[in-house]
């Protein structure tokens, strides 16, 4: 059987995000068929320093290894979120002790794995999904102010001269945000804020974005000159906060997930020149995030192989072109 990364080495490099326990329960699939890995929750602040002064490596170190042991590419996920941050980070300070307390995250993290990771999601997630702001409101907001990102990326910069930083998003083809991480980014290249690449969540399911919403954002973001990336694809059954629970994905269902997978795919290779990979967030159906979110035990099966490991009509229409 061909392997994605085989059959994508002329376009980009074919991740997925991983954990402790998939590195060991899907390793086969891993190291076949990808190239790039990211931890899921390993590397999020929570997990390296869950209270003041007490960085725990254990999990992310386990993942770093396996990355050598296997010369897979590993994309660092993520230094500055609104979620997954310890409450202490935000306590008994003010805009001076968090720009401290974030430069020093930065600091001790990017070292650690500076010799194993290729690129860094600097900033996840800090664009407003709807409403009249552009900024998410989040006590990065709130305490430091809108620039904490121009912040975070240069002390990024200052502790990774040769790493790629990236910015991270999600709703990434639905206007007007959209238009407002295009903007923001294109202000922050003005202003000569050190920042290589976008990443575009691509938390999609089968009834949207179609093709062409997904081209057209992929049109605007090249005009930014920066690299893209793809940094966590996965193909929901389901609209988003429906309460449907069904025993198994349907004949229908897998066929318009392979639709949707083939139609983005193309889109992808379209734009080649700039898109650096593709990762996928989870590696089988057996392990899915959309398990419990936004639904929670609403059953999902939103990837390319499906929960016995096989290859699913997904994966041969997006090997088959
Ligand atoms: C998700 C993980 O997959 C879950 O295990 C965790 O409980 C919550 O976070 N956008 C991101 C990822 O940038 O870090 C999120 O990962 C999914 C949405």
């Not at 930014?224 to 069904?246: A, N, P, Y």
């Not at 639709?259 to 193309?266: L, P, Q, S, T, V």
Request: hydrophobic fraction near 35%.
């Amino acid at each position: 059987m061909i392997t994605l990364k085989e059959k994508y080495r002329e376009y980009f490099k074919l991740g997925t995000a991983v954990s402790v326990g998939t590195i060991k329960s899907h390793a086969e699939l891993i190291t076949t068929h990808f190239d790039s890995i990211t931890c899921t929750n390993e590397m999020k602040f929570s997990s390296l320093c869950p209270l003041e002064n007490s960085y725990r490596f254990e999990h992310a170190d386990a993942i770093a290894q396996f990355a050598r042991d296997n010369s897979l590419a590993l994309r660092g996920h993520t230094f500055t979120w609104h979620n997954q941050t310890p409450p202490w980070v935000f306590e008994n300070t003010n805009r001076e002790g968090l720009l401290a307390r974030l430069k020093n995250h930065i600091e001790v993290v990017a070292k650690r794995y500076q010799n194993d990771i290729y690129c860094w999601d600097v900033v996840n997630e800090a664009i407003a999904d709807k409403g009249q702001d552009v900024m998410r409101k989040s006590p990065w907001t709130d305490i430091i102010g809108e620039d904490f990102m121009d912040h975070a990326f240069r002390f990024a910069r200052e502790a990774l001269p040769n790493t790629d930083l990236y910015y991270n998003d999600y709703n990434e083809t639905h206007s007007p945000k959209r238009e407002h991480i295009y903007n923001t980014i294109k202000g922050m290249l003005d202003r000569g804020v050190p920042i290589d690449g976008v990443g575009l969540q691509c938390h999609i399911s089968i009834y949207s974005p179609d093709q062409d919403q997904i081209r057209r954002s992929f049109e605007l973001y090249a005009k930014l000159g920066l690299k893209l990336q793809i940094t966590e694809m996965d193909v929901s059954m389901f609209r988003h906060e429906d309460e449907t629970r069904l025993p198994a994905p349907t004949p229908e269902l897998l066929e318009l997930q392979a639709k949707a997978y083939g139609a983005a795919f193309e889109v992808f290779r379209e734009y080649k020149d700039c898109v650096d990979s593709v990762t996928l967030w989870g590696v089988a159906d057996d392990d899915t995030w959309l398990d419990y979110f936004p639904v929670h035990n609403r059953k999902n099966w939103p990837l390319l192989f499906d929960e016995q490991h096989a290859p699913k009509e997904a994966f041969h229409r997006i090997v088959d072109f």
